[in-house]
């Protein structure tokens, strides 16, 4: 079982956030979601400094078709599209497409961060109490470190956000913080192409 | 267990067409290819005069950032673009990035065939012995009819290619046909945008 | 996509209530626990004489070589064997050993579900806060439809047991129902042996 | 992503060989499964001797109620016994039921050779062409080494069962090698009980 997986390094993982917001619920969303988006805009920065891989994970809405950046413009120029600018992929960001749920459920992230030697990821985005819950669910499965900063997460119902926090710390073993306090260790980022 | 996965329609699907043939083996696997273009191609066509869905599954050879016309872009301006050029996905075609080895295996496809109504798949492309094969396997599992037209698969070794389709016929309950034989069942494509 | 799947009937879930409540967390599960015991003894014993499987899915708690009648010993003789008894399989009860987590996750379930024709899982046991809400989400991503009886799953915190109540309910499309409007359908239960 | 994956031991996997011979096909797998089994014991004696897990994954025949005991006591009665009997799995051997195709399709199989730190599966029993190969696949997916030896697998097509050995060596970096070749490398088994 040798290969890449070694080195245990950390991996940003933004979730759902480059996103319309015209679904179910966005407007209970959006009022959490204000106060994650410069929290988070100043984590990816953090993680790009440190070399660490920022890895998008986002749900296609619909559109099979479509190709991050037709996800971005349709993102960006909606109503709330100044929640999607400040966390515009730069050119080095990882972009995976999810259809629904976890970010791991039917999408290549085990395989793109065994390649990258990930051993930790830090999950941030929306929504807490959803995708959140369900992406560190499936990490610990996997046998990866979940760190989740609670500041940089948005939930619908601030009650079940909470409770999802305390599930994951208690059941899924993940480390709650603040975005202040993560520290991104070093992988094999950038890969170089296959 | 309600819901779309009813209807037993057909999905036309290529597999790992889109290429730039600069592999290890692409000059074993050329030869075949050549025959397999033009045959598929047509197959393609009828696809869409019935209104089956075209599922473009293609590896994404390392270009995480990239999206389906990136790696269109890409295959075309290499040497044997003239494979690929006959095979271009139009506006409706849906495409699918895979890493490796199966179509399903950490992909949004079974999502896709279920919401799409698909019942029975017809795969196509490229490596028999390989990909075909496991991606026979797979649909066979996940309980999907399988049709495999001999002439629109193309092989490295003919002699495994040979060993493989036979192994779909009697172990995999695959229908081994010849591509004109084949007749696509309508779904309920295209999808509404959800 | 012919098969089995199609007759929608129910199947109720019993998860890991065949336990020797010596783990950490056992001293708060146990009122839970006690009061859910003569309620899902209860419920059962409808299951079975509506004719509906009834599924035990539970952890091996490391035993590894061991099956039912084992694990079914282990818990019978310990301090908290009178939590056993009355939910003791009988000999048409199914039986799936899991690892840990979903009822799914690397289990035979849905294949066993798929042959028998269930549609609704009726999801008992505990803990309501992970196996049941892991358990939850796994059957709605593979398009079952879930029922909850609240009086039928213990919890370790009372709140977070409510909390995954409450997202089972608004984000898994959960019906959460008292154990007496349980109503069981027919499947194709029982099995001829293949 | 620390944890007991770090050994790189190997395990002895015996795929199918609990067996009462009597489904579809039984009469052409006879002759090939009476060769290997002579070298098959002598294989899982030396796998004993060196301190490797024996691990038997083998179909339930559809008996969900069973146990390994009953699935052995079932093989153990039919006409061809004496097949089974040399196999007979001992006190520390452990027992993984599968459903049907892969070792690991729905198994804890993965989670199992987790914990026991194996790196190297060495695949033993039958059917070449269809278990075998699908679980050399799975294996190669998951980052395990594979080793076949080729006298203690068994195939109902002989042609057939050579291009999968062929397919293993060439596509999923397999080791082909004869019985007496493999040597055994240690593992933290056997495991303390959790």
Same mark, same amino acid.
């Given at each position: 079982?040798?290969?890449?997986?070694?080195?245990?390094?950390?991996?940003?993982?933004?979730?759902?956030?480059?996103?319309?917001?015209?679904?179910?619920?966005?407007?209970?969303?959006?009022?959490?979601? @204000?106060?994650?988006?410069?929290?988070?805009? @100043?984590?990816?920065?953090?993680?790009?400094?440190?070399?660490?891989?920022?890895?998008?994970?986002?749900?296609?809405?619909?559109?099979?078709?479509?190709?991050?950046?037709?996800?971005?413009?349709?993102?960006?120029?909606?109503?709330?599209?100044?929640? &999607?600018?400040?966390?515009?992929?730069?050119?080095?960001?990882?972009?995976?497409?999810?259809?629904?749920?976890?970010?791991?459920?039917?999408?290549?992230?085990?395989?793109?961060?065994?390649?990258?030697?990930?051993?930790?990821?830090?999950?941030?985005?929306?929504?807490? @109490?959803?995708?959140?819950?369900?992406?560190?669910?499936?990490?610990?499965?996997?046998?990866?470190?979940?760190?989740?900063?609670?500041?940089? &997460?948005?939930?619908?119902?601030?009650?079940?956000?909470?409770?999802?926090? @305390?599930?994951?710390?208690?059941?899924?073993?993940?480390?709650?913080?603040?975005?202040?306090?993560?520290?991104?260790?070093?992988?094999?980022?950038?890969?170089?192409?296959?």
């Amino acid at each position: 079982m040798s290969g890449p997986e070694e080195t245990g390094g950390s991996a940003l993982i933004v979730i759902d956030m480059i996103n319309t917001y015209d679904h179910d619920d966005a407007e209970l969303l959006l009022p959490a979601a @204000e106060k994650v988006v410069p929290v988070l805009a @100043e984590l990816v920065g953090r993680a790009r400094d440190a070399g660490a891989p920022v890895i998008y994970v986002n749900d296609n809405f619909g559109l099979w078709r479509s190709h991050h950046g037709e996800l971005l413009d349709a993102a960006l120029t909606r109503p709330h599209g100044d929640l &999607v600018e400040p966390l515009r992929p730069d050119d080095d960001s990882l972009f995976v497409v999810k259809t629904r749920h976890s970010i791991f459920h039917d999408t290549p992230l085990s395989y793109l961060l065994w390649q990258l030697g990930v051993g930790t990821v830090v999950l941030t985005g929306q929504v807490t @109490e959803q995708c959140v819950l369900y992406s560190a669910l499936d990490a610990h499965i996997r046998h990866l470190d979940v760190t989740v900063p609670r500041d940089a &997460v948005a939930s619908i119902h601030a009650q079940l956000g909470s409770a999802a926090l @305390e599930m994951m710390e208690r059941n899924m073993d993940a480390r709650i913080v603040l975005a202040g306090e993560v520290e991104f260790r070093g992988t094999r980022w950038p890969l170089a192409e296959e």
